[in-house]
Protein backbone atom coordinates (compact mmCIF):
# COMPACT_ATOMS: atom_id res chain seq x y z
CA UNK A 1 0.00 0.00 0.00
CA UNK A 2 0.81 3.52 -0.89
CA UNK A 3 1.49 6.17 1.93
CA UNK A 4 0.03 9.26 0.50
CA UNK A 5 2.71 11.86 -0.11
CA UNK A 6 3.09 14.28 2.99
CA UNK A 7 2.70 17.70 1.25
CA UNK A 8 2.39 20.09 4.50
CA UNK A 9 6.03 21.56 4.08
CA UNK A 10 5.61 22.47 0.39
CA UNK A 11 1.82 23.68 0.92
CA UNK A 12 3.36 26.07 3.42
CA UNK A 13 5.97 26.91 1.09
CA UNK A 14 3.30 27.75 -1.28
CA UNK A 15 1.42 29.65 0.85
CA UNK A 16 4.46 31.79 1.48
CA UNK A 17 5.33 32.29 -2.20
CA UNK A 18 1.90 33.58 -2.75
CA UNK A 19 1.65 36.09 -0.08
CA UNK A 20 5.58 37.96 -0.85
CA UNK A 21 4.53 37.97 -4.76
CA UNK A 22 0.42 39.41 -3.86
CA UNK A 23 -0.55 42.20 -6.18
CA UNK A 24 2.78 41.88 -8.98
CA UNK A 25 2.91 40.47 -12.32
CA UNK A 26 4.85 39.10 -15.01
CA UNK A 27 7.13 41.84 -16.60
CA UNK A 28 5.37 41.88 -20.24
CA UNK A 29 2.50 39.73 -18.95
CA UNK A 30 -0.45 40.46 -17.97
CA UNK A 31 -0.82 37.60 -15.31
CA UNK A 32 -0.25 36.96 -11.87
CA UNK A 33 3.38 36.33 -11.18
CA UNK A 34 2.50 33.28 -8.73
CA UNK A 35 2.01 31.76 -11.96
CA UNK A 36 5.71 31.70 -12.86
CA UNK A 37 7.42 30.26 -9.78
CA UNK A 38 4.05 27.33 -9.41
CA UNK A 39 5.40 26.44 -13.16
CA UNK A 40 8.80 26.20 -12.01
CA UNK A 41 7.75 23.83 -8.78
CA UNK A 42 5.98 21.69 -11.55
CA UNK A 43 8.67 21.54 -13.64
CA UNK A 44 11.15 20.20 -10.81
CA UNK A 45 8.41 18.00 -9.69
CA UNK A 46 9.08 15.79 -12.83
CA UNK A 47 12.08 15.37 -11.73
CA UNK A 48 11.40 15.02 -7.76
CA UNK A 49 9.33 14.92 -5.24
CA UNK A 50 11.66 16.06 -2.82
CA UNK A 51 9.41 18.65 -0.45
CA UNK A 52 12.32 21.14 0.09
CA UNK A 53 13.46 21.36 -3.51
CA UNK A 54 10.05 21.48 -4.40
CA UNK A 55 9.84 24.21 -1.60
CA UNK A 56 12.60 25.91 -2.93
CA UNK A 57 10.93 26.53 -6.79
CA UNK A 58 8.23 28.21 -5.34
CA UNK A 59 10.25 30.10 -3.79
CA UNK A 60 13.21 30.75 -5.81
CA UNK A 61 12.05 34.47 -6.67
CA UNK A 62 11.12 36.12 -2.83
CA UNK A 63 14.55 36.94 -2.65
CA UNK A 64 15.24 38.82 -5.14
CA UNK A 65 11.80 40.26 -6.57
CA UNK A 66 9.85 40.61 -2.88
CA UNK A 67 11.24 42.33 0.56
CA UNK A 68 11.20 38.63 1.72
CA UNK A 69 14.70 38.18 3.29
CA UNK A 70 17.34 35.45 3.62
CA UNK A 71 16.59 35.23 7.35
CA UNK A 72 12.98 34.87 7.19
CA UNK A 73 13.68 31.97 4.67
CA UNK A 74 16.34 29.95 7.07
CA UNK A 75 13.81 30.99 9.24
CA UNK A 76 10.75 29.41 7.96
CA UNK A 77 12.00 26.68 5.20
CA UNK A 78 15.27 26.20 6.66
CA UNK A 79 19.34 26.03 5.50
CA UNK A 80 18.78 23.96 2.44
CA UNK A 81 16.06 25.13 1.08
CA UNK A 82 17.56 29.01 1.22
CA UNK A 83 20.98 27.58 -0.46
CA UNK A 84 18.92 26.39 -3.22
CA UNK A 85 17.19 29.43 -3.46
CA UNK A 86 20.10 31.16 -3.48
CA UNK A 87 21.37 29.27 -6.68
CA UNK A 88 19.47 30.82 -8.76
CA UNK A 89 19.22 34.27 -6.82
CA UNK A 90 21.55 36.70 -8.62
CA UNK A 91 24.38 37.75 -6.00
CA UNK A 92 25.99 40.08 -8.12
CA UNK A 93 26.49 43.88 -7.01
CA UNK A 94 23.71 46.24 -8.23
CA UNK A 95 25.34 48.37 -11.17
CA UNK A 96 27.36 45.98 -13.19
CA UNK A 97 27.13 45.38 -16.47
CA UNK A 98 24.33 42.90 -18.12
CA UNK A 99 27.19 40.65 -19.11
CA UNK A 100 28.87 40.38 -16.48
CA UNK A 101 25.65 40.06 -13.90
CA UNK A 102 24.46 37.34 -16.08
CA UNK A 103 27.80 35.71 -16.00
CA UNK A 104 27.89 35.51 -11.77
CA UNK A 105 24.31 33.64 -12.23
CA UNK A 106 25.97 30.70 -14.92
CA UNK A 107 29.17 30.66 -12.93
CA UNK A 108 26.46 30.15 -9.82
CA UNK A 109 24.20 27.61 -11.10
CA UNK A 110 27.29 25.55 -12.66
CA UNK A 111 29.22 25.46 -9.69
CA UNK A 112 25.99 24.13 -7.53
CA UNK A 113 25.37 20.79 -6.82
CA UNK A 114 22.79 18.55 -8.46
CA UNK A 115 19.70 19.18 -6.31
CA UNK A 116 20.52 23.10 -7.06
CA UNK A 117 20.47 22.85 -11.07
CA UNK A 118 17.14 20.88 -10.48
CA UNK A 119 15.85 24.17 -9.04
CA UNK A 120 17.38 25.85 -11.37
CA UNK A 121 15.79 23.71 -14.35
CA UNK A 122 12.37 24.56 -12.90
CA UNK A 123 12.72 28.69 -13.47
CA UNK A 124 14.89 28.92 -16.19
CA UNK A 125 12.63 26.26 -18.64
CA UNK A 126 9.52 28.49 -17.18
CA UNK A 127 11.48 31.46 -18.71
CA UNK A 128 12.54 30.12 -22.20
CA UNK A 129 8.47 28.26 -22.76
CA UNK A 130 7.64 32.01 -22.25
CA UNK A 131 9.79 33.44 -24.47
CA UNK A 132 9.82 30.82 -27.02
CA UNK A 133 6.06 31.26 -26.81
CA UNK A 134 6.19 35.47 -26.96
CA UNK A 135 8.63 35.21 -29.68
CA UNK A 136 6.09 33.21 -31.67
CA UNK A 137 3.44 35.32 -31.45
CA UNK A 138 5.12 38.63 -31.45
CA UNK A 139 8.58 38.14 -32.67
CA UNK A 140 11.26 40.65 -32.14
CA UNK A 141 9.49 42.94 -29.89
CA UNK A 142 9.74 40.13 -27.04
CA UNK A 143 13.75 41.39 -26.95
CA UNK A 144 12.25 45.03 -25.71
CA UNK A 145 10.98 43.27 -22.31
CA UNK A 146 14.93 42.88 -21.29
CA UNK A 147 17.36 45.03 -20.46
CA UNK A 148 19.87 43.22 -22.51
CA UNK A 149 22.40 45.91 -24.41
CA UNK A 150 22.39 43.39 -27.69
CA UNK A 151 18.69 42.01 -27.16
CA UNK A 152 18.27 38.69 -28.60
CA UNK A 153 21.95 38.40 -29.17
CA UNK A 154 22.36 38.11 -25.62
CA UNK A 155 20.03 37.01 -24.00
CA UNK A 156 20.83 33.83 -26.61
CA UNK A 157 24.49 33.64 -25.57
CA UNK A 158 22.84 33.87 -21.99
CA UNK A 159 20.44 30.97 -22.04
CA UNK A 160 23.20 28.68 -24.04
CA UNK A 161 25.71 29.59 -20.87
CA UNK A 162 22.74 28.15 -18.55
CA UNK A 163 22.52 24.50 -20.76
CA UNK A 164 26.07 24.14 -20.30
CA UNK A 165 25.95 25.36 -16.41
CA UNK A 166 23.16 22.90 -16.52
CA UNK A 167 24.38 19.58 -18.11
CA UNK A 168 25.16 17.56 -15.36
CA UNK A 169 21.06 17.42 -15.30
CA UNK A 170 21.12 16.56 -19.10
CA UNK A 171 19.40 13.28 -18.40
CA UNK A 172 16.12 15.14 -17.21
CA UNK A 173 13.44 15.66 -19.80
CA UNK A 174 13.16 19.45 -18.27
CA UNK A 175 16.89 19.93 -19.50
CA UNK A 176 15.98 18.14 -22.89
CA UNK A 177 13.04 21.08 -23.64
CA UNK A 178 15.15 23.77 -22.38
CA UNK A 179 17.99 22.62 -24.87
CA UNK A 180 15.18 22.44 -27.74
CA UNK A 181 13.35 25.80 -26.74
CA UNK A 182 16.52 27.22 -27.11
CA UNK A 183 17.55 25.71 -30.32
CA UNK A 184 14.09 26.76 -31.58
CA UNK A 185 14.20 30.54 -30.53
CA UNK A 186 17.83 31.84 -31.27
CA UNK A 187 18.65 29.72 -34.11
CA UNK A 188 18.22 32.31 -36.59
Known amino acids: MNLPLETQ ?8 AIK ?10 ATPYIIHPMEAASIVATITNDQEMLAAAVLHDTLEDTDTTEEQL ?8 LRLVKTDTSQAPKGIPW ?3 RQLQI ?11 IVAIGDKLSNIRTIAN ?27 GLAKALQEISDT ?11 KTFSN
Request: glycine fraction near 10%; avoid cysteine.
Open 74 to 81: RSEFGDRV
Open 20 to 29: AHTGTERRGK
Open 9 to 16: FFDRAAMF
Open 173 to 183: LPYKEFVSLID
Open 107 to 117: DTIAASPRDGK
Open 99 to 101: REK
Open 134 to 160: DYGVIGDEVWNRFHAPNGKEDIGWYYR
